[in-house]
C-alpha cells in the first residue's frame, strides 16, 4: 500500500506523465469493452434482460465517456506532461506532486462519472452526459493541468516555442472555455438555444481539444521518428491559427433540420468547408517531413501508428466538410454513416496518435524497453483491421438507413437489412478491443516487470519497440 501511494504521490520527474498514461490505458480498455457490449445488443437485443444499467441508452454514454474523458483525455494530459517539459528544456514538472493528485481526480471523476451515468444520472447531452459535482471535477482538472504546463514551458530555459507547445498551450485555453459555455453546470438555456450550446461543445471537444492536442503530439513525434526536421513552421502556425478561427463556428452543422437561425447555419457550413485550409497545411507538413523515410514504418511500430492516423486524419476530414453540407447532411444525418465517421475521428486518428506516443514515453519515463514488439504489431494490426471493418459496415449500414428514410419506406421493411452489417460491427469491436487488451498487458509487463530490458540509445525511438 504504501508502495502504491509513493507512487501514486510521486515528486520524481515524469511520474505524472507515467501515471496519467497508465491510467488512460485502463480506461481505454474500459471503455472499448463496455462500446462493445452496446455493440453486441444492437445484434442481439435480448442479450441483457431487466437491468437498466445495462441497457443500450445507458452502455452508449459510458462508452464515449469512458473513451473521451478517461482515455483520450488522460492520455493528453499524460502526452502534454511530458512534451511541455522536454520542449520547453526544463528538467521536470513544475509541480510532479501537483500532477499526480490532478491524476488522482481524473480518474475518481471517470469512475464516478461512468456509475452516475450507469444509474441514469445524465444531462442527456452528446459528448456532455456528465452533471452537477462531475463538471466541476472536469473544469478543476482542466485547470489544475493548464497551471502546470503553462507554468513549466513558461519557466523553462527555453523561449522560442517549438509548434507543439503552441498546439499544447493552444489546446488548454481553449477547451476550458469550451467547456464552460457547452454544459448546464455553468451555463444554461433553453430550447434551440441550448441545442446550439451543446453542439458548441460537441464538436468543439474534437475541434479545439482533440484536434489541436493531437496534431501538436504529431508535430512532436514525425520528426523524432524520423529524424528530419519539420517541412515547415510557417505552415504549422497557418495551420494552428486557421483551426482556432474555422473550428469554433462549426457545431450547428448537427442541426441543420432543426429550426435554428439560417445565418447560423450557413456559418456552420461555411467555417466546415474552411476547415480544409488547416487540414491541408497539416497534412502537408506531415507528409513532406516524412519525405525519404516512409520505409522505417516496416520496423517502427509507432510510426506505424502515426501514418495511420495520418490516413485516418485525411479521411475524416475529408469526410467532415462533404458530410457538413446542406445537399449531403440532410441525407445521412442520423444514420450508421456518422457513427462510422466519429469512429474514424476518434480511433483511427486521435486514440492512434495516442498509441504511438505512448510506445515513446513510457520507455523514456521508465528506462525500460517496451515487454514485447510482437504485441505491439499486433495492437497495431487488430486496431487498424478493426477500425477499417467498422468504417465499412457502419458506413454501408448508413447509407441503406438513409435509402429507407429517403423513399419513406417503412422501418420493419429496410431495418432487418441491417442485421449483417451490425453483425460485422460487433465482430471489429472484438478484434479491437482484444488489440486494446494486448496493449494493456504489454505496457503493464513495461513497466512493472521485474525482468527488464533497458532502453538502448536511439534518436527516433526504434529501438525501443
Not at 511541455?84 to 514538472?93: D, H, I, Y
Not at 471523476?109 to 456509475?115: H, K, M, Q, R
Not at 467555417?271 to 516496416?298: D, E, H, I, Q, R
Request: hydrophobic letters at 50%; glycine letters at 10%.
Amino acid at each position: 500500500m504504501n508502495r502504491f501511494l509513493n507512487a501514486v504521490f510521486s515528486d520524481e520527474p515524469f511520474s505524472a506523465s507515467r501515471n496519467f498514461l497508465i491510467s488512460a490505458i485502463f480506461w481505454l480498455v474500459f471503455g472499448t469493452t463496455i462500446g462493445l457490449t452496446a455493440g453486441a445488443l444492437m445484434t442481439w437485443p435480448d442479450l441483457i434482460h431487466e437491468v437498466p444499467q445495462l441497457s443500450f441508452g445507458r452502455l452508449r454514454p459510458v462508452h464515449t465517456h469512458g473513451v473521451l474523458i478517461g482515455w483520450l483525455s488522460m492520455g493528453y494530459v499524460g502526452c502534454m506532461f511530458f512534451l511541455g517539459t522536454v520542449l520547453s528544456g526544463s528538467k521536470r514538472l513544475w509541480s510532479e506532486r501537483l500532477g499526480n493528485v490532478t491524476m488522482v481526480v481524473w480518474n475518481l471523476l471517470v469512475g464516478l462519472g461512468a456509475l452516475s451515468i450507469m444509474n441514469g444520472y445524465t444531462e442527456a447531452r452528446e459528448y456532455a452526459e456528465l452533471q452537477g459535482i462531475f463538471d466541476w471535477m472536469v473544469l478543476a482538472g482542466l485547470i489544475l493541468t493548464g497551471i502546470n504546463v503553462y507554468k513549466t514551458v513558461l519557466s523553462g530555459p527555453e523561449k522560442k516555442w517549438y509548434v507543439t507547445l503552441w498546439y499544447i498551450l493552444g489546446a488548454l485555453f481553449w477547451f476550458p472555455i469550451v467547456y464552460v459555455v457547452g454544459n448546464r453546470a455553468f451555463v444554461q438555456f433553453d430550447g434551440l438555444n441550448d441545442a446550439i450550446a451543446g453542439w458548441f461543445y460537441g464538436h468543439n471537444i474534437l475541434g479545439m481539444w482533440f484536434t489541436v492536442g493531437g496534431v501538436g503530439i504529431l508535430y512532436y513525434l514525425i520528426p523524432r521518428f524520423t529524424g528530419n526536421p519539420l517541412y515547415s513552421h510557417t505552415l504549422s502556425m497557418i495551420g494552428f491559427w486557421t483551426i482556432g478561427m474555422f473550428y469554433a463556428p462549426t457545431g450547428t452543422h448537427h442541426i441543420l433540420q432543426s429550426p435554428v437561425p439560417e445565418w447560423l447555419k450557413a456559418i456552420a457550413v461555411i467555417s466546415s468547408v474552411f476547415l480544409l485550409v488547416p487540414v491541408f497545411t497539416v497534412l502537408t507538413n506531415f507528409f513532406m517531413t516524412m519525405k525519404g523515410k516512409w520505409s522505417l514504418a516496416a520496423d517502427h511500430v509507432p510510426l506505424r501508428f502515426v501514418m495511420a492516423s495520418g490516413l485516418g486524419y485525411l479521411l475524416t476530414c475529408i469526410q467532415g466538410p462533404f458530410q457538413a453540407t446542406r445537399g449531403i447532411n440532410w441525407y445521412i444525418h442520423f444514420s450508421n454513416w456518422v457513427v462510422g465517421h466519429a469512429h474514424m475521428a476518434l480511433l483511427a486518428t486521435f486514440s492512434f496518435i495516442v498509441f504511438a506516443a505512448v510506445y515513446y514515453i513510457i520507455p523514456k519515463v521508465t528506462g525500460r524497453k517496451v515487454f514485447s514488439k510482437q504485441l505491439a504489431v499486433w495492437h497495431f494490426w487488430l486496431s487498424f483491421l478493426g477500425w477499417i471493418i467498422m468504417m465499412l459496415a457502419l458506413t454501408i449500414a448508413g447509407l441503406v438507413q438513409a435509402a429507407g428514410w429517403h423513399f419513406a419506406l417503412p422501418v420493419d421493411q429496410w431495418g432487418m437489412e441491417l442485421e449483417p452489417y451490425m453483425f460485422v460491427r460487433f465482430l471489429s469491436g472484438v478484434m479491437i478491443v482484444l488489440g486494446q487488451i494486448l496493449f494493456m498487458f504489454n505496457i503493464y509487463k513495461t513497466v512493472f516487470s521485474k525482468n527488464y530490458e533497458p532502453i538502448p540509445a536511439s534518436p527516433t525511438g526504434m529501438a525501443y519497440v
